[in-house]
């Protein structure tokens, strides 16, 4: 008998009671998926709803994902679900994809930032289907940390995120995908589209399906999702986006610059590095890198660099989903545009 193991399973059944415990009661959990740590709430308790946008400060008109443990409690979120939807589900869920349905009349205005449409996924992570299934109830589960800051894809991200805040830590160990979900737009039998990239890709859709379209119509183009806005997944430390080929060229540029700057780059570090710059290899598998992306970003602000500046991939896949997140994470309001550069 393995003591240890026995006691390591009792341990987890025991934070298995208390997340669950503590949703059913309106409190938050940090709860665990496989793309990236979520600041889970009873979707079916409004005043926990509202206590999630105010943890996060994260604004009313930004909607949320409902989280569910299988397809048939998902569609009980939606007014109504076609054939490509149910196609997608079967294919990929459990897993790293969001569908966009019409809003059934119980689910919040809040949950859905006032939309008449709702955001739902069925989590592939272990422990987070083991609570919603104990729960009995879908969760709204956004990235857990501070809005438009970097998405948390370990423990200790979250505690730096809410050090002092009534937040259930459930730890699961870091995400295995590491960038948010795919999200499809199924509200119209017949057109598809892709509002978010991820890691399940074009191509994985098209493999389910055989035709994913662009957004054509005006309410296509109009549906807010989470993590569409132009500046998101921030870190603290300016972001600049480097082409592989211009590399070289920017590190000359900027070696007499007085900026701190973490350079994340494939290949070996270069002979003469600047003396105020730093180099990390990057993955050149994309896959892994998305996994390990955010964490990059956070090590840039625990290390107190003034800049990240980061080669970007190149191919389609899910070197989709890194380049958007990289220039959302870029992107900088006017008043505080270029201020590194």
Not at 264 to 280: D, K, Q, V
Request: aromatic share 4%; glycine share 8%.
């Amino acid at each position: 008998m393995n003591i240890d193991s026995d006691r390591q399973r009792q341990s987890l059944q025991q934070q298995l009671r208390r997340a669950v415990d503590r949703l059913r009661a309106g409190r938050l959990v940090a709860l665990p998926t496989e793309t990236v740590y979520g600041l889970a709430a009873d979707a079916t308790n409004a005043q926990a709803v509202e206590q999630v946008f105010l943890t996060k400060g994260r604004p009313a008109d930004h909607p949320l994902i409902v989280h569910c443990h299988a397809t048939e409690q998902a569609w009980q979120c939606a007014a109504s679900v076609g054939v490509n939807a149910r196609r997608l589900a079967a294919a990929f869920w459990p897993g790293p994809l969001t569908l966009v349905l019409p809003r059934a009349d119980w689910v919040f205005p809040a949950i859905t930032g006032g939309q008449d449409s709702v955001a739902v996924r069925v989590p592939g992570h272990e422990l987070a289907r083991s609570v919603l299934e104990r729960l009995g109830r879908p969760v709204v589960a956004p990235s857990a940390n501070r809005f438009g800051r970097v998405s948390p894809t370990c423990a200790a991200h979250v505690r730096a995120e809410f050090p002092d805040g009534d937040v259930f830590m459930l730890d699961g160990g870091p995400c295995e995908v590491g960038i948010e979900s795919t999200i499809v737009d199924c509200r119209h039998p017949t057109d598809i589209a892709i509002l978010r990239p991820g890691r399940i890709t074009t191509v994985d859709l098209l493999g389910a399906l055989g035709t994913v379209s662009k957004p054509r119509s005006e309410d296509a183009q109009t549906v807010r999702v989470s993590g569409n806005l132009k500046s998101h997944y921030s870190p603290q430390a300016d972001v600049v986006l480097l082409d592989s080929s211009r590399i070289s060229q920017w590190l000359d540029e900027h070696a007499a610059d007085a900026f701190t700057t973490l350079v994340i780059a494939c290949g070996g570090e270069p002979r003469n590095l600047p003396t105020r710059m730093r180099w990390h290899k990057k993955p050149t598998d994309e896959t892994e890198f998305a996994r390990v992306m955010y964490a990059l970003l956070r090590l840039a602000d625990e290390q107190r660099f003034d800049r990240v500046a980061i080669e970007l991939p190149t191919g389609d896949g899910v070197g989709l989903a890194i380049r958007d997140r990289l220039t959302r994470a870029a992107h900088r309001d006017a008043d505080t545009s270029g201020a590194k550069e």
